[in-house]
């Protein structure tokens, strides 16, 4: 089990590596929070919990995807951040679909939001 914070997060595999996005929840499949209070599970049965990520701000509706545990992390420096801005401008400037500008934007505006929180050590 990956213990990542809830937060912004880096993704780290999958189709979406290399984007940042914001950890807010997790989904637990065909559980809903009261089945899970009240089921009793054996010492060998684990529900995984799998992170619910926005790929921008909540505030701003942007879509979210659900992934694995393993496909994230929390441990980000402002190196990391200052890269993936350079990479987004680029693609604002080379992209013309209206749509893949918005979530670059939206990346984006994420990014911005969060630098100045990062403790770079």
């Known amino acids: 089990m990956n213990d990542v914070e809830y ?37 060998e049965e ?5 992170p619910i ?7 701003f509706n942007s879509p979210y995807v659900v992934l694995n545990q393993d496909e994230i992390t929390d441990e980000i420096t402002k190196e990391d951040i200052e890269n ?3 990479e987004i401008i680029q693609g604002l400037i080379s992209k013309s679909e209206t749509k893949e500008r918005l979530a670059l934007y939206e990346e984006l505006v994420l990014l911005q939001n ?8």
């Open 84 to 86: 993936r801005i350079g």
């Open 7 to 43: 937060g912004l997060v880096k993704i780290i595999k999958g189709k979406y590596k290399g984007r940042f996005g914001l950890y807010d929840d997790d989904d637990f499949g065909d559980f809903d929070d009261e089945e899970l209070e009240d089921e009793e599970l054996d010492d």
């Open 46 to 50: 684990e529900i995984e919990a799998r």
């Open 114 to 121: 969060n630098y100045e929180e990062l403790d770079d050590e």
């Open 53 to 59: 990520v926005y790929l921008g701000e909540m505030l």
